[in-house]
């Protein structure tokens, strides 16, 4: 069992950054390959970037690259994302998942473990 708990969320203005981070508990973490996923009102959960469990594989959707970066820190059992240059389409609440393989990573049915979310307001 891995259990996630997102934070860092919060309301910025078009333009600024935000970190956000997402906790787990579990002895699995290190071997976990994990996501960031992301659902506005209206819309379905999207992918937005994942990383295996080494960090040496990193994958982003094509609407956040070069603006957003996901790294993780094994020891402390956290993964990142930091959002760049955030815009109104930015606005959703960001979800953190866990799953072993790094297989489909940009597939919400791939991940097996998903934390509560954290809300992300990007304001003009």
């Known amino acids: 069992q891995v259990q996630l708990v997102e934070s860092g969320g919060g309301l910025v203005q078009t333009g600024g950054s935000l970190r956000l981070s997402c906790a787990a508990s579990?002895?699995?973490?290190?071997?976990?390959?994990m996501g960031w996923f992301r659902q506005a009102p209206g819309k379905e959960r999207e992918f937005v970037a994942a990383i295996s469990w080494s960090g040496s594989m990193i994958y982003y959707a094509d609407s956040v690259k070069g603006r957003f970066t996901i790294s993780r820190d094994n020891a402390k059992n956290t993964v990142y994302l930091q959002m760049n240059t955030l815009n109104s389409e930015d606005t959703a609440v960001y979800y953190c998942?866990?799953?072993?393989?790094?297989?489909?990573?940009?597939?919400?049915?791939?991940?097996?473990?998903w934390g509560q979310g954290t809300q992300v307001t990007v304001s003009s």
């Open positions: 998942a866990a799953t072993q393989p790094w297989r489909s990573v940009s597939s919400r049915d791939a991940y097996v473990f």
């Open positions: 579990g002895r699995t973490f290190s071997t976990n390959t």
